[in-house]
């Protein structure tokens, strides 16, 4: 997943959805800005899982890594 990886802090909302579909699960935070959740299959069924931060104007702050639902 270094496509994405590399793609966070360049990418807006509209991008990222155009490029990697829309995420699992968002949340609005109260400042406007939003965080999103993506899970995806690497390798031999193992889920790896993303936690991207958006500022108000929809950019792609950073990314942190996330674990996955399914794994719980």
């Not at 790896?48 to 890594?65: A, H, I, K, L, M």
Request: glycine share 6%; charged share 35%.
């Amino acid at each position: 997943m270094d496509e994405f990886e590399a793609s966070i802090g360049q990418i807006a909302q509209d991008d990222l959805i155009r490029r990697f579909g829309y995420p699992q699960r968002f949340k609005k935070l109260p400042t406007g800005s939003e965080v999103w959740d993506y899970e995806f299959l690497a390798g031999n069924s193992r889920c790896v899982g993303y936690r991207v931060y958006f500022d108000e104007d929809r950019r792609s702050q950073r990314w942190e890594p996330q674990r996955c639902r399914s794994d719980q």
